[in-house]
């Protein structure tokens, strides 16, 4: 039974087999969006706030921080971000960046135990990142990609994935700190993109007995309904074995399908998570129930 | 590759590990409908017909005819309803009922290979049941209880199956025309009967090598927001293995679930289904094309 346990300095969140689906919100990341770019740029981390705030009310487990924003100073902001996040909320964090500097940054500044986004199965990368990820003590997502680039072929993903476990290991991480990403790809352009994706979630769990995570939007790219075909595809995976996703938990058909695969994983005690989301407002409102008491107060 | 091949008299469909997902509609069934049941009793098939046709609309690729009305004639109504319904439609049918003698009246004016619905694993039903299967070259729903009930144990409900499968291919009857049904349990009253009903399904797959059905919202009974659980465990049901179900094609919920299933499955070809089912109406109406190409026109 494989857990990987994140922190905060006061907090703990556990990925696993047995746990419910844990939801790395991706929200904080400039790419893309030229507002928060050019805010995150100057200082100016208040759209950062109210992204982190957003997410957690929307029900995410971890929110994965990145401040890839291209000539500006990006360990600065990474460990900045961070900083400011880890000030208001406790929830873990997965520090997401590709440059060595910034993991370093936002490793040094940050309280409790990260996830570090990501190493791949290139060698000069396994190099520099994996002794980061014990030094600080982190735990690390595993892109199964390497020099050759990523592979169609689900065995050679599956390889990649294991030889970075291994590398680990002869870095003193054990497999409960390796989260493997199989590296989703679109349905739309590669039709048998979603059954491999499932099959390799199964074997990377049976076989590699390793947590999971992905870009689960990647699935749907180029389609219509993207939020529908995230939903199906969210709850397969979590169905074949995947523990997390860094995923936009304000979508809430994808959020209703990770509730129901919890349910039916044995993941949400007695549903109880699923019927206080769902459950219809007169039967649970306070107030409803002060006017039926009050009613039956005044027949009495 | 487990192939069941069911007919009316001039459509043929496949269940099938390699087959978009069978949905079979479950509308027709008087059970809990006094109206319909009153009007079946009288020999008026009225309804019967719309909801043959509004279930077809919606997707189904089968229909279930039950006619289960207390102290009503149901040998004839049955026999008359499915004459009715291969009157105007060419969908096969699966043939509902727990009394031998409407079995085979329905069997007797059948057009094609129709699905008998169902044979426990009870000698005394497998012995009058499975002679009826063979005699009219049908298809068999294996409900996975015996004389013993509903085992909690999914290991038992396999062996049960199991046992179906054996007595079948006694009668001459292959595994590819042997449906198991391993019942559902609601997943609110016990917590593990999800997951334990996944792990089935794989096992029914990979080791019995069949194709399985369900009555799939039973899985939600009890709980809020039925067709969103209904849709999850669909979806992860279709993901682990099942390759068909009954349900009411008229809850669109669900039917996205088992969409998004069949391009996750690789059954949806360059995922036509779901780009004819999802696409933007401008860009799919025809009106939309015929007014885009009159402005060219007019400005050529």
Redesign the interface.
């Known amino acids: 039974m494989t857990r990987t346990i994140l922190s905060s300095a006061t907090k703990e969140i556990t990925i696993g087999f047995d746990a419910p689906f844990c939801v790395i919100g991706e929200r904080i990341n400039p790419t893309g969006r030229k507002l928060l770019s050019a805010e995150m740029a100057s200082g100016d981390y208040s759209r950062v706030k109210l992204d982190a705030i957003a997410q957690i009310e929307a029900g995410a487990t971890m929110l994965d921080v990145n401040a890839g924003i291209p000539l500006a100073d990006e360990p600065k902001i990474l460990a900045e971000s961070i900083q400011l996040i880890q000030s208001f909320t406790d929830i873990p964090l997965s520090i997401d960046s590709s440059i060595i500097e910034a993991l370093e940054a936002g490793l040094s500044v940050y309280q409790g135990k990260a996830l570090v986004n990501s190493v791949t199965g290139e060698e000069e990368r396994l190099e520099v990142v994996l002794p980061l990820v014990k030094k600080y003590g982190a735990a690390v997502v595993a892109i199964s990609n390497d020099e050759t680039g990523i592979s169609e072929d689900p065995n050679e993903r599956f390889k990649v994935a294991k030889k970075i476990v291994e590398r680990a290991a002869d870095y003193g991480i054990g497999r409960e700190d390796v989260i493997v990403d199989p590296l989703i790809m679109p ?2 352009a590669i ?2 993109a ?2 491999s994706a ?1 099959d390799l979630i199964s074997r990377l769990r049976n076989e590699l007995q390793v947590n999971t995570t992905c870009g689960a939007s990647n ?1 749907s790219f180029g ?3 993207r939020h ?2 995230n ?3 969210l ?2 995976a ?3 074995g995947m523990t997390s996703a860094i995923m936009n938990p304000l979508h809430s058909e994808e959020m ?2 990770i ?3 919890n ?4 993941a949400d ?3 109880r998570r ?2 206080e ?4 407002p007169a039967a649970a409102g306070s107030e409803g129930r002060e006017r039926r008491m009050t009613r039956r107060r005044a027949k009495g």
Not at 263 to 266: D, E, L, R
Not at 277 to 280: A, G, L, Q, T, Y
């Open positions: 349905v739309g039709n048998l979603g059954r499932l699935i389609l219509p309904n529908g075909m939903a199906a595809f709850s397969m979590a169905g074949a209703h399908a509730l129901g695969a349910v039916m994983n044995g005690p007695e549903c699923w019927i989301k769902f459950r219809e």
